[in-house]
C-alpha cells in the first residue's frame, strides 16, 4: 500500500486532498500565489493526526503543519515534495472552566471562536490580533504571537497552561497542565511555544482565562514629539494604576494612510502631528474608571505630553478608534509593500525610524508606514519602492537592530523570510543549542524542514 492510500485509511478519502484540490488554495494571508504541496491531510484529532505522523516518519515524507495561514514569514510555505497536514478539523473548544479559569481547545480552533465562547461564560482571554477571524490557536501557540495588548497580558506564552503535540516519528506528548504554579522539572511546552512548526505538531492546549473586563476606555491622542510620546506611556500607565491594556502608535504617514478614502474612517483628530497614540484601559467599573483615565488624558494634555485627544463615549465609538489601528490592508493600497516587525529598545526607536527613512530616500517614490505596539517594544514597517529591491530594503532595516540589541522578529516568527537574519539577533551558542534541539526532537528534518535556521 503507497503512502497515499495509507493515509486515506487514518483519515478517510475526503481527508486527502491532491491536485487541483490543493494547487486551487491560497499560499496564506496578502499572498497572490496558492499552495504547492504534493498532499493536504486534514485529521480530526490527535489519535489521527499521530498515526499520519508516522505514516510519514515511515515513508521519510516531509511535513508543513498549516493553521489559519495569516502568518507574514512564509512559515507555512510547502514544496512540490511536501506534505501539508491541516489542522482545520480538529476545530473543538472541549471544555472552558469558569472555576479554574481554563480552556483546553484544539489547535485549530480560531481566535475568535475563542474569544466569543469565554465571553458567553463572562470570561475573557484578552489575546487579541487583527486576524483574529482566521488565526487558530495551534498557529498563534506555534508561533508565540504577541497582538495588541501584550503590555498587560503578556506574549501567547505568557497564556499557555499545557499543551499536547505530537513529535515527528507520531510519538504524542501529553503535558495538558492546567496549574499556574507547577514546578516539577523541565516546562516541556516551553519547547513547542514558538518554535514555528518544526519540534512537533501541537495539536491541544490549556490556556489561561481572566474576569471579563467591566468597563472599557478608548482614545485616540496626538503627540507632537517621541520624548513626549515615551513620557505619555510612563505618565498614563502609572495614572491608570495597571488598568492600561494598549498603547498603539501611528506615525503621521500610518494615521493618514487609514483615514483618507478609500479607507472608511474619518480622522477624530487633524492629520499633521507627528504621532498618534490609540490608548485603552480595561477595569471594573466604568463610571469610576471613565473619570480616571479621563483625568490622565487632562493631566498629559495639561503638562504638553500630548497635544489633542478624541476618547470614545460609547462601545461603538471605541470600535471605530480600534478599526484606525486595525485597518492595516490600507498598506496595499499602492501595491505589494514589504512588511517588517522588528523589536528594540524604546529609547531606540525615534533614532531608528530616523536612520531607516534617511537610507530611503535613494528611491524619491517610495511609501514608509510605520505603526505598532511600542508599549511593548515593537513595531511594524510597510515599505514600498517603485522598483524591485527586496535584499536592500531588507539590509536597510535589519542591519541596524544588531547594534541596539533589537531583533528581527518581535512576534511574527522566522519561518523562510527572516532566517538569513537571525544572527543579527541571536548569537553562534543560541543557534547552535536551537540545532541540538531539533535534532534531538526531528532527527531526520522532516517537520517544517528549512525553517528558521
Known amino acids: ?29 496578502m499572498r497572490p500565489d496558492t499552495l504547492q504541496a504534493r498532499l493536504l491531510v486534514r485529521p480530526r484529532s490527535t489519535a489521527e493526526l499521530a498515526a499520519v505522523l508516522r505514516l510519514c516518519h515511515a515513508a521519510g515524507q516531509p511535513v508543513v503543519t498549516h493553521g489559519g495561514l ?85 506574549m501567547t506564552r505568557s497564556l499557555v497552561l499545557g499543551l499536547e503535540a505530537v513529535l515527528a516519528d507520531g510519538r504524542v506528548i501529553s503535558s495538558l497542565n492546567r496549574m499556574i504554579k507547577n514546578n516539577a522539572g523541565y516546562d516541556l511546552k516551553q519547547l513547542f511555544v514558538g518554535s514555528e512548526g518544526t519540534l512537533g505538531v501541537i495539536t491541544r492546549i490549556v490556556l489561561r482565562l481572566f474576569e471579563r473586563p467591566r468597563s472599557q476606555d478608548v482614545a485616540v491622542v496626538a503627540v507632537d514629539s517621541f520624548a513626549a510620546l515615551s513620557g505619555f506611556l510612563k505618565h498614563i500607565d ?69 497635544s489633542d485627544a478624541a476618547i470614545a463615549h460609547s462601545a461603538r465609538e471605541c470600535a471605530a478608534l480600534w478599526t484606525l489601528r486595525d485597518d492595516v490592508m490600507q498598506i496595499m493600497r499602492y501595491g505589494w509593500p514589504i512588511t517588517f516587525d522588528v523589536s528594540l529598545p524604546i529609547a531606540a526607536m525615534e533614532g531608528y525610524v530616523a536612520e531607516v527613512r534617511a537610507a530611503l530616500v535613494a528611491w524619491p517614490e517610495h511609501h514608509c508606514w510605520v505603526f505598532g505596539h511600542l508599549g511593548d517594544g515593537n513595531l511594524h514597517l510597510a515599505i514600498r519602492v517603485p522598483t524591485a529591491a527586496r535584499a536592500e530594503i531588507e539590509r536597510i532595516v535589519y542591519e541596524p537592530l544588531a547594534k541596539i540589541g533589537g531583533s528581527v522578529s518581535a512576534e511574527h516568527g522566522i519561518g523562510l523570510e527572516k532566517k538569513p537574519y537571525l544572527a543579527l539577533c541571536r548569537n553562534p551558542g543560541e543557534i547552535a543549542l536551537m540545532r541540538v534541539l531539533k535534532q534531538s526532537l526531528d532527527p531526520d528534518n522532516l517537520l517544517n524542514p528549512g525553517k528558521i535556521f
Do not use: C
Not at 478519502?13 to 499560499?27: I, K, N, T, W, Y
Not at 486576524?131 to 495588541?148: E, F
Not at 483618507?260 to 498618534?276: I, N, R
Open 70 to 154: 495569516t502568518g507574514l514569514v512564509h512559515g507555512g510555505d510547502a514544496g512540490p515534495d511536501e506534505l501539508v497536514l491541516s489542522l482545520e478539523r480538529m476545530n473543538a473548544i472541549e471544555e472552558i472552566d469558569p472555576l479554574a479559569r481554563v480552556a483546553v481547545v484544539q489547535a485549530g480552533v480560531t481566535l475568535q471562536a475563542l474569544q466569543e465562547a469565554v465571553e458567553r461564560q463572562d470570561l475573557s482571554f484578552p489575546l487579541d490580533l487583527g486576524a483574529r477571524g482566521s488565526a487558530t490557536i495551534g498557529g498563534v501557540v506555534a508561533t508565540n504571537a504577541g497582538g495588541n495588548r501584550v503590555i498587560r497580558y503578556g
Open 238 to 306: 502609572s495614572a491608570l494604576g495597571g488598568g492600561l491594556s494598549a498603547f498603539e502608535v501611528m506615525w503621521r504617514e500610518f494615521y493618514q494612510l487609514v483615514t483618507t478614502p478609500p479607507a472608511k474612517s474619518q480622522p477624530p483628530l487633524p492629520g499633521d502631528h507627528p504621532y498618534y497614540v490609540l490608548v485603552e484601559a480595561q477595569g471594573a467599573d466604568q463610571e469610576h474608571d471613565s473619570a480616571r483615565f479621563n483625568q490622565a488624558l487632562e493631566s498629559a494634555l495639561g503638562s504638553g505630553l500630548i
Open 1 to 29: 500500500m503507497n503512502l497515499l492510500e495509507s493515509l486515506r485509511t487514518v483519515v478517510g478519502a475526503d481527508g486527502v486532498l491532491s491536485g487541483d484540490e490543493v494547487s486551487r488554495r491560497s499560499a496564506g494571508f
